[in-house]
């Protein structure tokens, strides 16, 4: 019954108060919904387990990267030389990223797919919504053709056809037999998203790159798994040809697949900076409920004098915390929703290629945060106006001006504010970090002199049955890129398997004739392969030599075109044209090169790759097999690039009715995939940054407003005995100084570590940079001077007839 009068009062409280339950309300508000946003992105991509089942037992097999914090594919012949060998492993799978052209109907649609091993349904525990999973049969190599079918391409692409098992369709101008239809869950692999399951059917050295999963044996734990494989590391190299090396095997959970460990490490510090903020919103509510305190310390004196506690008087101020809290969730939620719904916009409008696996949103886990959040949120905003209501004193209330009790409340606040404004510091320092970044990232000057809007690139995929050699593919780019040159509005098209700036062929290893291996590994570079019209298409500047023409065919001498960067690189001081260059080094069959052209520096990897020295191979030579069923068209043009999408799908239809486009899409589209991952660190951190300074604006506002009315006796007196308006500055800006003062030095302190580890250089991120912190402090004090005006003003407006009036 107490609690329940003493929730009654404090209702009627904030009822009575409107502007100050508002704001409050507001505050809270943006500061929980700030917060529990990350902690549903923290729940969401770390927290939460794979939708499958045992999903805690599942891991992932693979080369660790070169920076150690995630897992590269294993070579087929390294999981062919550890699968069945693990005692710790119960069952093991591999499956690797495709696509394909499926024939609906007369012409192709192109649909991301995997193959896999016959164990990988199974693995996964995934069962069938028709039919059956693939079969060791199936697998081998040699077995009639069969499919499975994702859930939603059976719907929509064949009509929920009940009658699809043992349907033929043509996939990738073959027909294959329809054997299952798999549930929604398996579209969820990392790296594939896929809706067309085809049989992997290994053989040994062909050198497929996979993505491996194991399920632990029950009795095993991951630490034993990492024992195991590292002991076996010696056996595993000993076992593969001489040419294969290898890094290791390592074993992390699969979940790391899904959200590698530098995402799930940026995830946690957003989450941290958005705790901040929720520091920062309660320190400001508890500044206005400071406020409030004293204004009732007549009421909180007189209950005191005639028998109240002091528990029941902290619990009073308590409740009325925790009712403000509880009703800013109606605030916070429709925030945590908005956000995750920005976020997946952002991901999907710049990364066209996300799967569906992670759900962004709220969940029982979120609720459940939310209500801790707030009884947190009551005990920061709550506690400290609580224990100043409780020392209320009856005598001191009622002397005469109350001085007493304001200057301890002064005290209080004005602590409180100095702390809002160290953490302004420090949260403004990590979105200036980023969007320095980002500022950085765009003002580089891309490659070529081409507007990246102006371009229209776009993937093909080719029947590989129809088109198996390299003659016939490149015959097929040909025909496509001189019709697509001929179009209205095109100033040129060319084929290649790299789009600047965007995303690159390859990475391969490179020497000079008889150089012996450096111990630290053969040089890499940037490998693209193009036709003569990528320069006038992107827009690329010849330096020196030639580019790629008609000499260059599958029977000319082989050759390549290296940019400035790998030129200084090989040939320091020297000039590169003529230049031998050997390409696989190591490899039984090594390729040598001739150097004909020099063009300016590329960046054929995403703008957050590291730069890497560039070389551009004929795509007429066709020295590989790989990188040609990877080869896409642009098309530069003179005006809107997306206009010519169905023109650019006609002409490649006009030449191969089962070839499929996919992934349209503008150069600075493709670009801007690439640096998703910092455009949604700026966003987020931007906003962090923003609210917490309004935060800090609004709370030294307060602090200066409520100290001009507590001083306005003081103030009167002084004009009364003729101190004019720059008295009245200098007591204010004394005021504004220290508090400023400290909390500047403070948040400096505190931001120099947070500055640290922000750094990244795949994000472009520096820590202590001046270009940063000088902007920060310039705009805390600008906006802490902006929040003085009003309080000065009213102070320059104190008349000392009515400040005296009732002395």
């Not at 569906?356 to 029982?364: N, S, T, W």
């Not at 403004?428 to 229209?456: C, E, I, K, M, N």
């Not at 309004?694 to 003729?722: C, D, K, M, N, P």
Request: aromatic share 6%.
């Amino acid at each position: 019954m107490v609690l329940f009068n003493e929730a009654r009062e404090a209702f009627r409280r904030l009822w009575r108060r409107p502007g100050y339950s508002l704001l409050s309300l507001g505050i809270l508000g943006v500061g929980l919904g700030l917060t529990l946003f990350l902690f549903s992105l923290v729940n969401t991509l770390i927290i939460q387990p794979l939708p499958l089942p045992r999903a805690e037992r599942l891991m992932a097999l693979g080369e660790p990267t070169h920076s150690g914090n995630g897992i590269d594919p294993l070579d087929s012949d390294q999981y062919l030389a550890v699968r069945g060998r693990l005692r710790n492993v119960e069952t093991i799978g591999a499956y690797d990223g495709i696509g394909v052209n499926v024939d609906e109907g007369g012409t192709a649609t192109y649909y991301a797919a995997s193959l896999v091993t016959a164990s990988m349904m199974p693995l996964l525990g995934i069962e069938p919504v028709l039919g059956r999973t693939l079969t060791p049969a199936d697998d081998a190599p040699g077995a009639p053709p069969v499919a499975l079918l994702g859930e939603a391409l059976w719907r929509h692409g064949f009509g929920a056809d009940p009658h699809i098992i043992g349907r033929a369709i043509r996939i990738n101008g073959l027909w294959a037999t329809v054997v299952g239809v798999v549930p929604k869950a398996a579209s969820r692999l990392p790296v594939t998203h896929s809706q067309v399951w085809l049989p992997l059917r290994l053989r040994p050295g062909e050198h497929r790159d996979l993505w491996t999963v194991a399920r632990l044996a029950p009795s095993s734990q991951l630490s034993q798994a990492r024992a195991e494989l590292d002991a076996w590391g010696a056996r595993l190299q000993a076992a593969l040809p001489t040419t294969e090396r290898t890094r290791g095997v390592v074993i992390k959970p699969w979940k790391y697949g899904f959200v590698p460990e530098d995402m799930r490490h940026w995830v946690w510090l957003m989450f941290g900076a958005a705790v901040l903020v929720l520091l920062l919103a309660c320190v400001n509510v508890a500044n206005l409920q400071l406020v409030q305190t004293l204004q009732r310390r007549h009421e909180l004196a007189m209950r005191s004098a005639l028998g109240s506690s002091r528990a029941r008087l902290i619990g009073g101020a308590l409740v009325e915390s925790l009712l403000l809290s509880l009703a800013a969730l109606v605030v916070a939620l429709p925030i945590v929703h908005w956000a995750n719904r920005w976020l997946v916009q952002v991901y999907y409008a710049n990364a066209p290629g996300a799967g569906p696996l992670h759900q962004f949103g709220i969940d029982a886990r979120v609720l459940a945060a939310a209500l801790a959040a707030a009884v947190l949120s009551t005990a920061l905003a709550g506690v400290i106006p609580a224990w100043r209501a409780s020392r209320a004193d009856l005598q001191d209330a009622l002397r005469d001006g109350g001085k007493g009790s304001g200057a301890g409340f002064n005290r209080v606040a004005r602590a409180l504010v100095m702390t809002e404004i160290a953490l302004t510091v420090v949260l403004l320092v990590g979105a200036g970090t980023f969007v320095r970044a980002l500022d950085v990232l765009l003002a580089q000057p891309g490659v070529g002199a081409t507007h990246a809007d102006q371009v229209l690139v776009a993937s093909v995929a080719l029947p590989p049955q129809t088109y198996a050699g390299d003659t016939s593919r490149i015959h097929f780019f040909d025909q496509v890129v001189e019709r697509l040159r001929q179009l209205p509005g095109v100033v040129d098209a060319t084929a290649s398997d790299t789009v600047p700036s965007a995303f690159r062929g390859s990475h391969e290893e490179v020497s000079l004739p008889g150089q012996p291996q450096p111990s630290e590994g053969w040089p890499r570079v940037q490998l693209g392969i193009v036709d003569a019209h990528f320069l006038d298409t992107y827009g690329v500047r010849l330096r020196e030599g030639r580019f790629f023409d008609a000499r260059d065919n599958a029977g000319g001498q082989r050759v390549a075109v290296v940019d400035a960067k790998m030129a200084a690189a090989m040939w320091p001081h020297q000039d590169a044209l003529g230049r031998k260059l050997v390409l696989w080094p190591g490899y039984p069959q090594p390729l040598t090169l001739t150097v004909v052209g020099v063009v300016e520096s590329l960046q054929l990897d995403g703008m957050l790759e590291k730069s890497l020295p560039g070389m551009l191979l004929p795509l007429d030579q066709a020295l590989r097999q790989g990188p040609l069923h990877s080869v896409g068209l642009a098309v530069r043009t003179r005006a809107d690039a997306t206009a010519l999408a169905q023109p650019m799908a006609e002409a490649v239809h006009a030449v191969e009715p089962q070839a499929a486009l996919y992934r349209v899409r503008t150069q600075a589209s493709a670009m801007a995939e690439g640096r998703v991952n910092l455009t949604v660190l700026t966003g987020v951190f931007g906003a962090l940054g923003l609210v917490a300074l309004l935060l800090a604006g609004a709370g030294l506002y307060g602090v200066l407003s409520f100290s001009v009315a507590q001083r306005t006796r003081e103030i009167g007196i002084r004009r009364a005995i003729g101190a004019g308006h720059g008295a009245v500055v200098r007591t204010v800006a004394r005021q504004l100084a220290w508090q400023l003062g400290l909390g500047l030095g403070t948040g400096l302190l505190l931001a120099m570590p947070w500055s640290a580890v922000l750094a990244d250089p795949g994000l472009h991120t520096r820590a202590h940079d001046p270009a940063v912190f000088v902007p920060v402090l310039l705009v805390v004090l600008g906006v802490s001077l902006a929040a003085a005006l009003v309080p000065l003003w009213r102070a320059l407006r104190v008349d000392p007839v009515v400040a005296l009036r009732y002395e």
